[in-house]
Each structure stands twice: as C-alpha cells, then as structure tokens.
C-alpha cells in the first residue's frame, strides 16, 4: 500500500476523529486510522481501525492519558460508511493498552460518576450483612510493581455506625502472576474482626476473578497490569458489539 492513504481513508479518518473530538470534554490528540477502501467499503467492510489518543477526558474528572486501540478485520454498514460514520455489522475485536497517571486516577476516584459506583458495599460476615460505606480512597503508584491504598470508610455493623481507615499494599494481577496483598493495616478506629477481614478477601478475590466487565455495548478483560512509578499501564482485550454513540461518550 502506497505511503499516502486513499482518499476514502482519509475521509473516514478524519470524520472519525472529528466525531469522537466533539463527544469528549477534552482532548490533547487522537488519531484513528481507518484502514480500508472504496471496493470495501461497498462490501460492507474495513480491514480494521487503529485509534491513538493522547489526554482524553470522557468526563469531567475522568481522564486517560495514552491509549493505543487496534481492531480485528470488521463488517460495518456500507450506507452509513460513505457518510462517514462506523456502524458495526457484527461484534468486533481489539486490544488496546491504556496509560493511566497516579493524579488522573486519584481525580477520578474523587469523582461523583465513581464515587456513585463505590457506595454501600456488603459483605455477609458468619451471616451478618455489614455495609461499608466509602469516603475517601487514594491510590499510590511507587514503582516496582506494587499499589499503594489509603481510605477511609463508614462501617455498619451490630446496628453501629463507625469510622475506619486503612492503608494497604498489594500487586495487580498480571499475566504471569495472581494479585497479592502484601500488607494491610488499621490506623484508624480500633481495627476489625479476622472474621471480617476473611470476608472482605474472599470479596476482593471474587472481584478480580471475574472474567470480563461489561459497560454499555463494550466487553472488558484485563490481561496485564504494569506499575510504574507514577503510571498504571493496562493491556485490555475488547469486545465491541457497537461503536458507542454520542449519548455513550458523553455519558
């Protein structure tokens, strides 16, 4: 293929970046590059999509830094292609590898969409529901692999409502290796039970093991988490069963 993209590319292309630049709040750069041509645009179909972006922000306090996105071969509807919008056939597939930074990720865990998703968490402790109600959480990335974890909760249980703060260490699960706790202690407000402790692990295990998060019409399944000083480096595979919408990206 010739250094310069065909004409249809390039329409695409540049519609697509056009598009999506006006759906997020804010955006440093983003390329996406859709790799096909006219004969396969009639047919209904595009080699693939490849989308860079740099300083995204989908929402006020919910940022990336960096995201590489590349698509398996897809069928899209030719009608809306010559218009210059992706329409998918068929579910697609794709990896991406996404860069968060230690302020975004502390900005959006301070953020109402993620602080809406956070609340009233319960646990069945030897039959007693206990309520964990989160008011603060930070998060620390000092390299080396490790996550740092300080927060603050309100604890419900026997009736009572209590304050409790934590600070914990731990290692992401990788490819090679299943998440470890390596410490976990209580600074503040006289500690709690092994047996809530027990519950609370055995509810962070059934979390991190599940097999793929869903979000509007996207499958998400973690596949490698890097730590480094600073930055969380997160390799996702996708399932995409339709480009999201204008009401999606704005949330």
Same mark, same amino acid.
């Given at each position: ?17 056009? =598009? ?11 390329? %996406? ?9 009639? !047919?209904?179909?595009?080699? @693939? ?11 006020? @306090?919910? =940022? ?5 996105? !590349?698509?398996?071969?897809?069928? %899209?509807?030719?009608? /809306? ?40 968490? !319960? ?7 206990? /309520? ?12 080396? @692999? ?15 409502? =209590? ?25 503040? @407000?006289?500690? %709690? /039970? %092994? ?6 692990? !055995? ?46 990206? /704005?949330?």
């Amino acid at each position: 293929m010739p250094d310069q993209h065909r004409l249809e590319e390039q329409f695409l292309s540049q519609e697509a970046e056009r =598009r999506i630049s006006d759906k997020l709040d804010e955006v440093e750069k983003i390329e %996406i590059d859709v790799q096909t041509d006219l004969l396969k645009i009639v !047919q209904g179909q595009a080699d @693939g999509v490849s989308v860079t972006g740099q300083g995204l922000v989908i929402q006020e @306090g919910i =940022r990336v830094q960096e995201i590489k996105l !590349q698509t398996d071969s897809i069928a %899209i509807n030719p009608f /809306s292609a010559i218009f210059g919008r992706i329409e998918l056939n068929e579910p697609v597939n794709a990896i991406a590898r996404i860069i968060l930074t230690e302020v975004d990720i502390n900005v959006a865990l301070a953020s109402d969409l993620v602080r809406s998703q956070m609340q009233n968490l !319960q646990l069945n402790v030897d039959g007693e529901i206990v /309520s964990f109600e989160p008011q603060q959480i930070q998060v620390f990335l000092p390299g080396n @692999g490790k996550m740092e974890f300080r927060g603050k909760v309100l604890l419900k249980e026997m009736g009572n409502t =209590r304050p409790f703060a934590y600070t914990a260490i731990a290692r992401p699960q990788t490819h090679s290796q299943p998440a470890m706790l390596e410490s976990f202690n209580c600074t503040e @407000g006289g500690g %709690i /039970s %092994i047996e809530l402790v027990t519950a609370l692990m !055995q509810k962070a295990k059934e979390l991190m093991n599940i097999p793929y998060f869903q979000w509007e019409d996207m499958a998400f399944n973690i596949k490698d988490i890097k730590v480094e000083i600073g930055n969380l480096i997160v390799m996702v595979e996708t399932k995409v069963k339709q480009i999201p919408s204008s009401d999606v990206l /704005s949330l």
